[in-house]
């Protein structure tokens, strides 16, 4: 039975956890998402301030949920708390409030932790447990396909490797979740060897809250409702 080539990727590229934080990341994202939509809602105000903390939160949750991952790696880069599995660093990114732009098109060495992603050092192979975990959710093809690239992965992770996982979204809307291995030009933008959507592994919609007359005080938080919703060209971008 072949390997299916999203699942492979994660594997090639983060070792035997990658499944599972292909699985998790949209997971992580969608929650994030609905948390700050509906503190936007809670504070009725007119500006997404609330929301654009969602960057935030998303960096906090990839080291909270991915970080008790057997293999993952809690790592600093500049100002921010990172995750990594097999030396390739993890970091999401809020590139825009809907899906007008790519994430290719928009600048993103704003600052010199985000810079510090392709520049520092990453973890030293040498300093890890020599540690095996069992690991039920791969398939004997996909347990073949680690042993196969084994010697590869232990080949790369010297390099500063990154894997980002850009996504779109508005209090509105979480309109779209990607990830693929990023390298930064000089000009601050970055390059992808190749990008896999990730948001039809979770919900399989977009994430729409509901909008509510209620005062804060009048009765419980609106909770998000799931569907389609159309592009929003409301809301803010936070870098």
């Not at 935030?56 to 809690?74: H, I, N, T």
């Not at 909008?211 to 971008?237: A, C, H, M």
Request: aromatic fraction near 8%; include cysteine; charged fraction near 25%.
């Amino acid at each position: 039975m072949a390997v299916d080539e999203g699942r492979a990727w994660a594997l090639r590229t983060l070792g035997a956890d990658g499944v599972l934080v292909r699985e998790k990341i949209p997971e992580i994202i969608q929650d994030c998402h609905e948390k700050l939509a509906n503190a936007q809602a809670a504070a009725e105000m007119n500006h997404s301030g609330p929301y654009g903390y969602i960057w935030r939160r998303c960096l906090d949750q990839f080291v909270a949920v991915l970080g008790r991952l057997p293999s993952a790696e809690l790592i600093t880069v500049g100002r921010h708390k990172l995750v990594a599995f097999n030396g390739v660093v993890l970091f999401p990114w809020r590139y825009a409030k809907d899906r007008a732009a790519e994430a290719s098109t928009r600048p993103f060495a704003v600052s010199d932790s985000r810079v510090s992603l392709f520049t520092q050092r990453h973890p030293d192979p040498q300093d890890r447990l020599p540690i095996e975990f069992d690991h039920p959710e791969l398939s004997a093809e996909e347990h073949a396909l680690l042993d196969e690239e084994s010697q590869t992965l232990a080949e790369t992770l010297e390099q500063h490797r990154v894997v980002v996982v850009p996504y779109a979204s508005n209090p509105s809307a979480l309109h779209s979740i990607e990830w693929g291995e990023a390298t930064l030009g000089s000009d601050g933008y970055l390059t992808f060897e190749s990008l896999e959507s990730l948001l039809t592994l979770g919900s399989g919609s977009l994430v729409e809250v509901e909008p509510t007359n209620d005062g804060f005080s009048d009765g419980p938080i609106p909770r998000p409702q799931l569907g389609v919703k159309q592009e929003d060209q409301t809301g803010e971008t936070h870098a």
